[in-house]
T-cell receptor
């Protein structure tokens, strides 16, 4: 029973390039969350998606960042024109139910460590 | 005021002692509360969730929730060196879908 999968585990980009992070939720999970974690800091919510829908993107920067969760395939977090401040660990989590329903426990993937040179 | 506050620590306890980790939250209408453990360089892993006022026990772990005081805690009995990690408190905000994490408390259990 595979858990949440993320790839790549490590990603190095130069300033101005695009970073594309992938997340495959646990089997049977249709709710995906993305978080960013800076060193020595807590997790910061970015976006919550269900299949083909963005439900809450209140934590996403208004520019350069986008997320999708297509009907088929993994969820993608895309960062365009990366800057050094984007360097962080990006975690994806999935749940079987929506938040507030009682079955919303989130299970985390191993994360993608993004380094922008 | 931060939405979810934790003492950053480090909290140091001897092996076999009880470790007490505390968390306060600002959204009075929050309904779902979680404790995660995160080892350095790893992803968070769920320890417990709690929805109702009172205590919830699971093995060596006990979560305590007091909604009137907007306070949730985690007790770890018979602490082991392997419990040394950062413990993250998480709260789902009222009517929304956002999970707010505290900055975490670093726990050291001394052998």
């Amino acid at each position: 029973n595979a858990g949440v999968m993320q790839n790549p585990r490590h990603l190095v980009r130069r300033r101005g390039q695009e970073a594309r992070l992938r997340c495959s939720p646990m089997k049977g999970h249709s709710h995906v969350y993305w978080y960013r974690q800076l060193p020595e800091e807590g997790l910061k919510f970015m976006v919550y998606l269900q299949k083909e829908n963005i439900i809450d993107e209140s934590g996403m920067p208004k520019e350069r960042f986008s997320a999708e969760f297509p009907k088929e395939g993994p969820s993608i977090l895309r960062i365009q024109q990366v800057v050094r401040g984007d360097s962080a660990a990006y975690f994806c989590a999935s749940s079987s139910n929506a938040p507030g329903t009682g079955g919303e426990t989130q299970y985390f993937g191993p994360g993608t460590r993004l380094l922008v040179l | 005021q931060k939405e979810v506050e934790q003492n950053s620590g480090p909290l140091s306890v001897p092996e076999g002692a009880i470790a007490s980790l505390n968390c306060t939250y600002s959204d009075r209408g929050s309904q779902s509360f979680f404790w995660y453990r995160q080892y350095s360089g790893k992803s968070p892993e769920l320890i417990m969730f709690i929805y109702s006022n009172g205590d919830k026990e699971d093995g060596r772990f006990t979560a305590q929730l007091n909604k009137a005081s907007q306070y949730v805690s985690l007790l770890i009995r018979d602490s082991q060196p392997s419990d040394s990690a950062t413990y993250l408190c998480a709260v789902i905000n009222t009517g929304g879908f956002k999970t707010i994490f505290g900055a975490g408390t670093r726990l050291f259990v001394k052998a």
